[in-house]
């Protein structure tokens, strides 16, 4: 579960879309970036616009301080052994835009990199994924909870509103007949 939650801290929302950067990917697959972005580059093909991206200059400003890779423990998926994996991001070049890999590119990585590790780290980052879409539907849920309840205060608001006029009526109306009854009386008297 660690491991999943490590992942989950290195997907990020870009373009509208749930994505993790090369150098992250690289970092838990346990290559150097310039290696990894070099399998990517042999295989192009397999990543259309949909599943990379690279990011703008822009984007990347932004998106810096939030993707400053440190230093996390990971427990391997074999629970026998963990590594510290570290980001290779201080070795890329000051010029190079980071890739942005959809969770389908992510997907398709598993068809490049075909090492054990690869394979492991490949289900729990498509684990971690689901479990994101998992959380953001509960927030969505939430949300759509809230907003009805929303409403129907609003409704009530309006609701309690009438009763109230309705009862203010009422008390003027009972304040003009008491004045009306208690006026004194003038002309004949019985």
Not at 1 to 12: A, C, E, G, L, P
Request: proline share 2%; no cysteine.
């Amino acid at each position: 579960m660690q491991i999943i939650r490590s992942i989950q801290n290195r997907i990020y929302e870009i373009r509208d879309e749930r994505v993790m950067l090369d150098y992250d990917l690289a970092g838990l697959y346990e290559v150097e970036t310039k290696v990894f972005n070099q399998a990517i580059k042999r295989n192009i093909k397999r990543f259309p616009t949909d599943f990379m991206f690279q990011l703008t200059r822009t984007e990347w400003n932004g998106l810096k301080i939030l993707a400053i890779p440190q230093s996390v423990e990971i427990q391997s998926i074999a629970k026998d052994w963990s590594q510290i994996v570290t980001g290779s991001q201080k070795h890329r070049s000051k010029i190079a835009l980071p890739y942005a890999f959809t969770e389908q590119g992510v997907a398709m990585l598993s068809g490049i990199l075909n090492s054990d590790r690869a394979i492991k780290m490949n289900i729990a980052i498509m684990r971690a994924f689901v479990e994101v879409r998992r959380v953001l539907l509960q927030q969505t849920d939430i949300k759509e909870q809230l907003r009805l309840i929303r409403d129907r205060i609003t409704e009530h608001d309006v609701q309690l509103s009438q009763i109230y006029d309705s009862i203010e009526n009422l008390l003027d109306e009972k304040a003009a007949q008491r004045k009306w009854d208690d006026r004194e009386r003038i002309g004949f008297k019985k």
